[in-house]
């Protein structure tokens, strides 16, 4: 699915990703409060992984690139990657936000059992909110300035996602 500004990636082994993705992740408790928010576990604070090189396999990573460098051109470099996690009946939550010096971000959904817990994104013309159709195994792509913004996990169900930053060259 793609809209004018943003496109999402369905991600074709999704399912190894999954498994090995959320193994390394239940070896982390790294909660994130701030005054306004709080997310249930993430890695934003700590020494983070190659999430990009570890998540995806090589035909997932090309096709990634591929849509990436339909929207930009140059050489690709990945300044940031994380895992955030939003707990059951949690609350926990990422207010709008957008990511600064940054020409694309992509967000992987991981897990997502509850369609109410989809990333939403300010459309920048009408400043309307938007919920893309995603699906779990889905990449969101869309610009750094794009706000967007985790609702508050009230559910019953976790959501598990791995976000990226890319920055072309």
Avoid at 30 to 42: A, F, G
Avoid at 110 to 130: F, G, R, Y
Wanted: aromatic content about 14%.
């Amino acid at each position: 699915m793609s809209e004018y500004f943003y496109s999402t990636i369905k991600i074709d082994e999704h399912l190894l990703n999954k498994e090995k993705i959320l193994c390394k992740i239940s070896k982390i408790n790294s909660e994130l409060k701030q005054p306004s928010y709080s997310i249930s576990n993430t890695d934003w604070n700590l020494k983070r992984d190659d999430w990009f090189h570890f998540a995806f396999s090589k035909k997932d990573q090309s096709n990634i690139l591929k849509q990436l460098f339909q929207k930009k051109e140059g050489n690709i470099f990945i300044p940031n990657a994380w895992f955030n996690q939003y707990y059951p009946n949690s609350g926990s939550t990422h207010p709008f936000h957008i990511h600064e010096d940054v020409d694309l971000i992509g967000i992987y959904f991981v897990e997502l059992k509850n369609s109410s817990l989809v990333t939403t994104l300010i459309d920048p013309i009408t400043k309307k909110e938007v919920r893309p159709r995603i699906n779990e195994g889905d990449m969101l792509i869309c610009d750094g300035n794009v706000f967007h913004m985790s609702p508050p996990n009230y559910t019953d169900t976790r959501k598990t996602v791995v976000s990226f930053n890319f920055q072309f060259k």
